[in-house]
């Protein structure tokens, strides 16, 4: 190779070997770059540690701390510090912002932010400092102190929260008589100083007398909290008034709570004292109109997060306790401050007022309420009252029933079981179900009939004796009645209630205009009131699928089943010339109506069968005549549905109904009142319902 092949090739050797060493520098640098481009900034991870929070993702906020702040502070702690304090806070909804970035020295980077967050108390806002330090890794972390939390707060300070009660509003009458609110019972408590050396024979009487268990009360003497003078409360009893025994013969319930008392008191250690408790007045009367509170479970905490319910709360559990739960509840005052190691208070960091609950006030009348229980207190039935003209409703009564204080006390588990185990079911709320109605759904019928022209209730349907079939296709089968009369025309059919004219009254009518009738009436559908009712119905199925059972709902058997106070609206019909009535229960100032179904029959219809009705309970011929007060003029039905397996089940029950209202629109007190009783077979069927709802409308001043 000549000199100058030589040189040529020694150049391009360096060329390359330059641009190799070129090349492995650029790519160093491409690869230290993107290396650095990975490297998560403190702006994006003071973001990831404060999203920890409110999950309660303490270990994960603890691995980005850095070796110094854990050196300082173990996990236990730290999760300790932050739960105690976001936790009894109620912290929520925290968010942040970062407003800037800055260094601070050759490894550390500064970021500032601001933190907004809901808390029990109102909103939290701040602006803050976070501080990182690159570790050797390249990666940053987070430098902890508790001014991280907030920005005042110091090792040795205190996040205090205080809690100021909001007072459950009450549930009044239409008269401000209180049916739910505050009362006074009486706390049996235990104060260990007080006890006996060995009182263990003292803890067994305590118990037994109690019906609590010898565990329950040493472990409620156990408990942290617990000093020689402290007073341990062991459960909640009745209060025994001193009035109550200063009568001329003090009831057995009175003498009974003051044994009680005397022989809790004989025992060493034991103290009672008031206490102020939900209180129901009415007790058993009103219990499934008022319901009950009862405190808080775990299961209601995870349900209604975020809604100021603690672990020592209360929340309704049916009736208007439930309904108006949210009205009722009210809202705690709460206030958040940051005090130091003397307990001083350095900053008040959120502070919020109470919010006591709201007063409801029903359309119901304790007195009428009251009158109606005393009646059928001892029976399975329901009733319901209204002001026919402003569907205002004035009792609402299931009986037999449970008494909603003795929820508030504390049911032991024998008390519980008993009460589920009743076969007469004291628990069940019979007013917001459906029955079949009997002969008090004829008056709906011969409405109906007259507005289709299927009936003239001046036509004679004939009489056909105490038993009818239309003919021989219905077998051995009879519609049967209790009276014969002529001539068989409309009134005279509500008078004696023959079921007969009403069966073949369902017959003229047919079965699709029936159906079309009903729902016109809101029957298989939700009735328009507070407290969901069971819907109405005409059939099992999707229709009245035969003659027989077409014939059997045209005097309130079949498949007919109503809601009571379904019914008792229908009847506000016969008040409002045509017009039914909305019902309703939370009390207005000057009441108005409002019409929930326009015309549902005309005017003339209406009339006609209240004059029928009128004479049902006036007329010595009328089923409904032992009703009957001088008083004031009263219109009704009566009403006996039969309740057995089958068409030839003889060992059947009977429901009695009785439909009655005051015929005169502008009454000082119009009234109208449908109860309906179970069982009353060889009882005198509607006649022993009947009687009843007359003695209540004569202690509610008929």
Not at 87 to 105: C, K, L, N, Q, R
């Amino acid at each position: 190779m000549n000199k100058r092949k030589r040189r040529l090739f020694g150049v391009v050797f360096t060329l390359i070997a330059v641009l190799i060493v070129l090349s492995g520098a650029g790519i160093l640098f491409f690869i230290q770059q993107k290396e650095e481009d990975q490297t998560v900034l403190p702006d994006k991870l003071i973001l990831k540690y404060m999203s920890c929070i409110e999950s309660g993702r303490y270990e994960e906020m603890y691995g980005m701390l850095n070796e110094q702040s854990r050196t300082n502070m173990s996990q236990e702690d730290f999760t300790a510090r932050n739960k105690n304090i976001y936790e009894g806070i109620g912290a929520s909804g925290i968010t942040i912002e970062v407003t800037g970035m800055e260094e601070s020295g050759e490894t550390d980077l500064a970021v500032r932010y601001e933190t907004a967050m809901n808390t029990s108390a109102g909103e939290i806002r701040f602006d803050n400092l976070a501080l990182y330090t690159k570790n050797e890794e390249g990666e940053y972390l987070l430098e902890w102190g508790d001014q991280l939390i907030f920005p005042q707060l110091e090792v040795t300070d205190k996040v205090r929260v205080s809690t100021d009660k909001a007072a459950r509003g009450q549930i009044l009458d239409r008269n401000g008589v209180m049916l739910a609110g505050p009362g006074t019972a009486s706390s049996v408590g235990l104060v260990p100083g007080k006890m006996n050396e060995n009182a263990d024979q003292d803890i067994g009487k305590v118990a037994r007398l109690l019906g609590i268990t010898e565990e329950n009360i040493r472990k409620k003497l156990d408990a942290g909290w617990v000093k020689e003078d402290s007073f341990v409360p062991l459960k909640t009893i009745k209060k025994l008034k001193e009035t109550d025994l200063m009568k001329e013969f003090p009831s057995q319930e009175a003498l009974e709570m003051k044994a009680l008392e005397d022989e809790l008191l004989s025992v060493p250690g034991v103290k009672i004292t008031d206490v102020e408790v939900r209180a129901y007045p009415l007790g058993e009367a009103a219990s499934h109109l008022t319901g009950y509170v009862q405190n808080v479970t775990a299961e209601d905490l995870e349900k209604h997060p975020g809604e100021g319910y603690r672990s020592d709360s209360v929340i309704g559990r049916s009736g208007m306790e439930a309904l108006y739960e949210k009205e009722l509840k009210g809202q705690d005052g709460h206030t958040i401050r940051i005090v130091n190691a003397q307990g001083s208070i350095k900053e008040v960091l959120a502070s919020a007022e109470k919010r006591d609950g709201e007063t409801i006030r029903l359309t119901v009348d304790a007195e009428l309420q009251k009158a109606v229980y005393d009646q059928f207190k001892e029976d399975k039935s329901c009733s319901v009252a209204m002001n026919p003209r402003t569907g205002e409703v004035l009792a609402l009564v299931s009986t037999p029933a449970y008494d909603s204080n003795d929820f508030i006390l504390g049911l032991s588990n024998d008390q519980w079981n008993a009460l589920n185990e009743d076969p007469d079911q004291p628990m069940y709320n019979r007013f917001r179900q459906k029955f079949a109605p009997g002969s008090s759904f004829k008056p709906i019928i011969a409405a109906l009939g007259m507005e289709e022209g299927a009936i003239d209730p001046n036509e004679d349907f004939g009489s056909e004796g105490l038993s009818w079939q239309k003919d021989s296709s219905w077998g051995n089968y009879y519609v049967t009645t209790l009276h014969t009369y002529q001539p068989a025309i409309l009134e005279n059919a509500l008078i004696y209630s023959d079921n007969i004219y009403f069966a073949k009254a369902a017959l003229k009518i047919g079965s699709r205009k029936l159906e079309e009738g009903l729902e016109r009436l809101g029957f298989n559908e939700q009735l328009p009131f507070e407290i969901i009712m069971a819907k109405s119905q005409y059939s099992n199925g999707d229709s009245i699928d035969n003659e027989i059972q077409l014939a059997d709902s045209g005097y309130g058997q079949g498949q007919i089943l109503v809601n009571p106070l379904h019914l008792a609206s229908i009847y506000t019909a016969f008040v409002n010339g045509g017009s039914i009535v909305k019902p309703y229960l939370n009390y207005k100032e000057g009441a108005e109506r409002e019409i929930w179904i326009d015309q549902a029959f005309s005017a003339a219809t209406s009339e006609q069968v209240k004059s029928a009705l009128i004479k049902v309970v006036n007329n010595p011929e009328g089923t409904g005549y032992a009703a009957r007060l001088d008083t004031v003029t009263l219109a009704g039905k009566t009403g006996t549905a039969e309740i057995k397996a089958s068409k030839d089940d003889n060992s059947g029950t009977e429901l009695g109904w009785f439909c009655v209202f005051t015929e005169d629109p502008q009454a000082e007190r119009p009234l109208l009142l449908v109860s309906m009783a179970e069982d009353v077979k060889d009882r005198g069927g509607s006649g022993y319902v009947l009687r009843k709802d007359k003695e209540a409308l004569q202690a509610y001043g008929y």
